[in-house]
């Protein structure tokens, strides 16, 4: 009667063995490949804060020059120098700066875009081919 039984917790156990999927070469390079996209997202995505949150400083900058007397002439830092320069020169450099920090901020997020599409694609992949045994949840 043992026997019968140990059997049957035999059985079990394979059937449960001949579940799980053998990890191929390809799956791992996957897998890896899923993991360095994930890197590269949250990096870009800390970026993106950077220059969102610089724009927002340049944006508040921008509303204070609008108070500022057109004769004055405006402390702009360039590096680590300071220059004085004309109210006109100091908002057209701004308005510069805003755009490019924009552009930036448009290419960095078409970026995270196409890297969420690749980790998308890479886990419908994987969990059509391991199904439960693989969590990619982030």
């Known amino acids: 009667m043992a026997s019968i039984m140990q059997r049957r ?3 079990k156990e394979d059937e449960q063995a001949g579940d799980e ?3 191929r070469r390809e799956d791992q ?4 490949k899923f993991s360095r996209l994930h890197q590269r997202e949250l ?6 804060k950077s220059k969102n949150k610089e724009k927002e400083e340049l944006d508040d900058l921008s509303t204070e020059l609008e108070l500022a007397d057109e004769d004055d002439k405006i402390q702009y830092k ?3 120098a300071f220059f004085h320069i004309s109210l ?7 308005e510069s700066a805003t ?4 552009e930036e901020t448009s290419q960095l997020e078409d970026k995270i875009s196409l890297v969420r599409e690749e980790m998308q694609q890479l886990k419908v992949e994987l ?12």
């Open 9 to 11: 917790m035999l059985s």
């Open 127 to 138: 969990y059509a081919r391991f199904g439960k045994q693989i969590n990619l949840e982030i």
């Open 43 to 48: 990096a870009m995505e800390e970026v993106l």
């Open 99 to 102: 755009t490019r920090i924009e």
């Open 29 to 32: 390079d996957k897998i890896n």
């Open 78 to 80: 360039i590096g680590d």
């Open 21 to 23: 999927v053998q990890v």
């Open 88 to 94: 006109e020169q100091a908002q057209e450099m701004l």
